[in-house]
């Protein structure tokens, strides 16, 4: 038993001797990621928004009174919300039969043609001296009187058309039973042509001057993240309103495949500078501190603060002028809780 109990304090000992010759790491390190620093190119650009309109748009009415008819599309079905039509497309028939018999179309026709084959006979024939200068104008009066006639009863005739001016879509039919007389003036479609979208937007005083007319855009729908649109500025007014402290400027945009819509919310992107190549880094790692802007690199191991000096910047990105270098080993995740010389593990 004494022996066991001698073993027992021997080993104590031994151990309390071995704590005196350990040293213990109190140091920390912060676990961080990282990216090298490289050139790439940057935009500068001024966000608004507003609603898109179409560049083209049209309500037809009935130009005369008469009784309904839809028309049909290439696939001779009726017309239907959505499809699009060409200006040689007729949308709705009037039919207005006294209108028709008014016309005479087929007397005025031959009546210009009578005109028209005496004119050229009294003009031979004054070349020749058969007539009087008196007897040619005669003839010229009634073949002009004739075209003027004829012109006229097709004028009449086309108002038993309702055709749109320019290619577009129809976004709205109002319903007509068929064979019910409608009155002049009433709707009957409205077409619409998105292949070119129009903005009214408002940018901050502080940007006046750098809006400019032809100045490049881009144009993004909420609804649709994946398509971006191009489009240019049109017009900048130089007045900035005294209630909103902004001014106004119009925008168009290009939208061949007709995948937005008027009336859409969109963002726009007015880009205001550019440069092709020059250290850029995301905008969300920079500390404000103490009026000064900081990012931290890595070196042997060891976070180092770096003031840094900007450029060009937009919502994500910000281009650095002075305080880093191509290649530098820059922390973008774990910064957080730096501070100079901090010890730092890299993970990727």
């Not at 004829?150 to 086309?158: E, F, P, V, W």
């Not at 309702?162 to 009433?186: E, M």
């Not at 937005?260 to 880094?281: C, L, N, Q, W, Y």
Request: hydrophobic share 40%.
């Amino acid at each position: 038993m004494k022996k066991i109990l001698s073993i027992l304090i021997f080993g104590v000992l031994l151990m309390g001797c071995g704590r005196e010759d350990v040293e213990i790491d109190t140091s920390v390190t912060v676990p961080v990621s990282v990216e090298d620093v490289k050139l790439k190119s940057i935009e500068e650009f001024i966000e608004t928004t507003g609603t898109a309109r179409a560049l083209q748009e049209v309500e037809l009415s009935a130009e005369t009174d008469g009784y309904y008819r839809l028309g049909k599309n290439a696939r001779g079905k009726f017309y239907t919300l959505g499809d699009v039509v060409n200006p040689a497309d007729v949308i709705v028939h009037i039919d207005n039969p006294e209108l028709e018999n008014n016309t005479k179309i087929e007397s005025q026709k031959l009546n210009l043609d009578i005109s028209k084959s005496e004119f050229e006979k009294q003009q031979a024939l004054y070349e020749k001296g058969g007539v009087t200068l008196r007897e040619l104008k005669n003839a010229e009066q009634a073949f002009i009187d004739a075209q003027y006639n004829y012109d006229n009863a097709q004028i009449q005739l086309a108002k038993l058309k309702v055709q749109s001016p320019f290619r577009g879509i129809i976004v709205d039919l109002p319903y007509f039973t068929p064979g019910t007389r409608i009155s002049t003036n009433a709707l009957v479609a409205k077409v619409m042509n998105y292949a070119r979208l129009y903005m009214d937007v408002s940018y901050p005083a502080k940007h006046l001057g750098r809006i400019e007319v032809d100045q490049m855009v881009r144009a993004l729908n909420y609804t649709m993240t994946d398509d971006t649109l191009n489009g240019r500025v049109t017009q900048v007014s130089p007045a900035i309103d005294s209630e909103t402290r902004t001014f106004k400027a119009s925008i168009e945009i290009n939208n061949p495949e007709w995948k937005f819509r008027p009336g859409m919310f969109i963002k726009v992107e007015t880009v205001v500078a550019h440069k092709d190549s020059a250290i850029v880094i995301p905008k969300s790692i920079i500390i404000q501190s103490r009026g000064a802007r900081r990012v931290y690199v890595v070196d042997r191991g060891v976070a180092h603060g770096r003031r840094i000096v900007t450029g060009l910047e937009n919502p994500t990105q910000v281009e650095v002028i002075e305080g880093l270098q191509v290649d530098d080993r820059l922390i973008v995740k774990g910064y957080e809780t730096l501070s100079d010389q901090t010890k730092v593990r890299i993970i990727r």
